[in-house]
C-alpha cells in the first residue's frame, strides 16, 4: 500500500511518497536471518525551466531483511525535456 502527493506552485513542484509492504510471512533464509515488513518515504522538489525539468529527490527504504542494516538512503537528481 503506498500514498503519493504532488503541489504545483508557478513553476516549482513539489512531491512525496510513502509505501510500506506487508511480506507476510517469517521466512528463515541462510544464517537464521528472518524477514521483515517494509516502508520506503521519498521527498523531493523540482523546477520547471523553458523547456526543461529538473529534480532532486532523497529516499530512505528499509531491508526485507531484519538482522541486515535496514535503512537505506539515496540522493537522485534528474533533469529532462
Do not use: C, P
Not at 36 to 41: G, P, V
Not at 43 to 60: D, K, W
Request: hydrophobic share 35%; glycine share 8%; proline share 0%.
Amino acid at each position: 500500500m503506498g500514498l503519493d502527493i504532488s503541489y504545483t506552485q508557478a513553476d516549482w513542484n513539489f512531491f512525496g511518497a510513502y509505501s510500506y509492504t506487508i511480506i507476510g510471512d517469517e521466512v528463515i533464509v541462510e544464517n537464521n536471518v528472518t524477514s521483515q515488513n517494509t516502508y520506503a518515504l521519498t521527498l523531493g522538489a523540482g523546477y520547471y525551466f523553458v523547456q526543461i525539468y529538473m529534480n532532486s529527490s532523497y529516499n530512505l527504504s528499509s531491508s526485507i531483511y531484519r538482522d541486515e542494516e535496514s535503512n537505506y538512503k539515496t540522493l537522485f537528481h534528474f533533469m529532462g525535456f
